[in-house]
């Protein structure tokens, strides 16, 4: 069992990996479309013969690379990123969401296992710590930059 990958029109991966599932083929064990990787689809597959058959059927579906990967080396397409990942102690932030939403603030603490940050706004007279989702911070200046 092989790793293949389907070039795709921009912007379509997630439409022609639904396709390819929905096809209900034997061979075709899994289809992952990476929001990282345009204009790729990888489909786990247990040969390439069966690619031969189908994409000329499936919309947006432009053509198989040549060659074939292994479980090793899409795997870290398979564990999401944290979002607090590329955040630093220091780093100036703006809050995105929530109640301080278009707030600017400065991180001060950083919890990994919960993805939470916990920032200082700039504009408050007392300062207050205030923990939030890393989601909801964009990192405006980074002390590392």
Do not use: C
């Not at 022609?16 to 204009?39: F, G, K, Q, Y």
């Amino acid at each position: 069992m092989s790793i293949y990958a389907v070039k795709t029109t921009a912007s379509q991966e997630r439409t022609v990996a639904d396709m390819i599932m929905n096809r209900e083929e034997s061979s075709v064990h899994a289809a992952l479309a990476p929001d990282s990787l345009t204009s790729y689809v990888m489909v786990e597959a247990e040969d390439a013969s069966v690619f031969d058959r189908i994409l000329d059927e499936i919309p947006h579906a432009r053509g198989l690379v040549e060659g074939e990967s292994s479980i090793v080396e899409v795997e870290h397409f398979l564990s999401p990123k944290p979002d607090v990942e590329g955040i630093a102690e220091g780093d100036i932030v703006e809050l995105i969401a929530g109640p301080f939403k278009g707030e600017k603030a400065q991180v001060q603490r950083i919890d990994e296992s919960k993805d939470q940050v916990t920032v200082e706004l700039y504009e408050a007279t007392v300062p207050i710590p205030v923990t939030v989702r890393g989601d909801q911070i964009r990192v405006l200046d980074s002390e590392d930059r």
